[in-house]
């Protein structure tokens, strides 16, 4: 086995072991990125100066790829937007600093969708990625730069964030692990705000027990963030020992089954994994979610509002690109704004923008939130029957470039992952098997309650371990 396939816990083995060091590891890393990248496109930018340097400094550490919108000190945080093209951090953002002192170092920056803005990574505006399984397909998005990275074994592991699926998604278009902790699980503090009251960063691995591993050493509280509570974070690795389906109550929702342009490789590796599950022990419940299907409005009003707030920071005054063309003040931060934005980023903000404005805002904004409680209460009713829910992650396998044409179809590669998104509870992508006709990975989805990662990496490590036989 070549280092680069390595995951986080054999990595770690042979650190402790001495068969190699941090800087092996690094160089390993570097030299595939040189092999490799050029075809795949995972990275935006490594500096493998500074990434050695911190393998030196750190001989037993793992390196860890980051999406770009996590601030790391003296490297870039594009957002992978041409507003930010040049700027370099003054900080390491809170989910950096725990990995440090956990023996993970930062190595190499990672592409995504513009601001975290897609499903497909398409909507970068500094790179195109290929999905490892098939160069003619997008990774997923938005962290299709982490997930192409892990998938295509151009990382031990990375980081990515999902505000509406964007780890989920991804995860599963290109064979990986992905969780999307809780809100609040894991600070926010350094990491470039889309929609606050959705975004989480967490692990994508090559297994579950990777992911285990990373999420503590991200997870916990941090006085920079104020929805992070004090309550000590549970020894993840410990809670997936001995893992099994056996007594498990999993909930099958029937609104995640019954959906139009549901691709039907999809559906039959769900419901292999699901008849896997009972076999294996576990008892499923049907539950409802009746308000699913106000989930994509209600989210398309709430991450477009808190998007255009957070974006109007980026004037062309304090960061990244400036008009050249500008005359006065006015003209600095429309023509800026103009030049910098990509279509979809623009989109985003108009949206948020009308929504917010007076006179609408109670119509949009308000109503939005107030569903946004009815599928909270929805989870709380199904979590009162299960002890966690199993879905499909997305409603096709990777699709090709330009496939997706218009935003509203390309919006509903989220239907899935938007609903527990919305709730703040917490979910998991893990790899469940291949298409027959095109043998592109496809993974499920688990859903556990808020703070529940113990149970959903335990559920998820159960599953994983029954896998063998579906693939
Ligand atoms: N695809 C969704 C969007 O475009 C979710 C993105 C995300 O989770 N960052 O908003």
Not at 128 to 154: E, H, I, K, Q
Not at 378 to 407: H, M, N, Y
Not at 422 to 442: E, Q
């Amino acid at each position: 086995m070549e280092l680069y396939e390595l995951g986080i816990k054999a990595a770690r083995e042979g650190l402790a072991k001495g068969e190699f060091s941090s800087i092996d590891l690094t160089q390993a890393i570097i030299d595939r990125y040189h092999a490799k990248n050029a075809e795949i496109g995972a990275y935006l930018t490594f500096d493998e100066e500074q990434a050695l340097e911190l393998a030196r400094a750190n001989p037993k550490a793992v390196p860890i790829a980051v999406k770009d919108l996590i601030n790391v000190t003296g490297q870039p945080c594009t957002c992978a937007s041409k507003i930010l093209k040049g700027y370099v951090s003054p900080y390491d953002a809170t989910v950096i600093k725990n990995m440090k002192s956990h023996g993970f170092i930062s190595a190499g920056r990672v592409n995504m969708d513009e601001f975290a803005m897609g499903s497909s990574t398409e909507n970068s505006g500094l790179g195109v990625t290929r999905n490892p399984y098939d160069l003619t397909r997008v990774p997923g998005g938005s962290s299709g730069g982490s997930a192409a990275a892990v998938g295509g074994n151009l990382c031990i592991a990375a980081l990515g964030t999902d505000t509406g699926g964007s780890i989920r998604q991804p995860a599963s278009f290109c064979n990986c692990v992905g969780i999307k902790p809780s809100y609040g699980r894991v600070s926010r503090y350094g990491v470039t705000a889309f929609a606050s009251s959705l975004d989480q960063v967490g692990p994508m691995t090559k297994s579950v027990e990777d992911a285990a591993i990373l999420l503590g050493a991200l997870a916990g509280h941090d006085e920079m963030d104020g929805t992070t509570p004090k309550d000590p974070v549970p020894d993840y690795a410990a809670a997936i020992k001995g893992a099994s389906m056996k007594g498990v109550r999993l909930g099958v929702a029937k609104e995640y089954f019954e959906v139009e342009g549901m691709d039907p490789e999809v559906k039959r590796i769900t419901e292999e994994a699901l008849s896997k599950c009972e076999k294996a022990g576990a008892e499923l419940v049907e539950v409802s979610l009746p308000h699913t299907e106000y989930a994509m409005a209600v989210y398309y009003i709430i991450a477009p509002a808190e998007a255009s707030a957070n974006l109007a920071r980026f004037d062309g005054v304090r960061y990244g690109h400036r008009s050249a063309e500008a005359k006065d003040v006015f003209s600095l931060y429309t023509k800026s704004r103009a030049e910098g934005f990509g279509p979809e980023v623009k989109r985003r903000i108009i949206m948020g923008t009308y929504v917010l404005s007076s006179g609408y805002y109670d119509a949009y904004y308000g109503r939005a939130q107030k569903v946004r409680t009815l599928i909270t209460r929805d989870f709380a009713e199904a979590f009162g029957k299960c002890d966690a829910l199993l879905s499909p992650c997305a409603p096709t396998p990777a699709f090709r470039f330009k496939e997706l044409q218009d935003p509203l179809t390309m919006y509903l590669n989220d239907l899935f992952t938007i609903p527990s998104a919305l709730a703040g509870v917490c979910a998991s992508s893990v790899p469940a098997g291949f298409t027959r006709d095109t043998k592109m990975p496809v993974g499920v989805q688990f859903i556990c309650g808020a703070f529940e990662e113990a149970k959903l990496l335990s559920v998820s490590k159960a599953f994983e371990d029954l896998r063998g036989s579906l693939v």
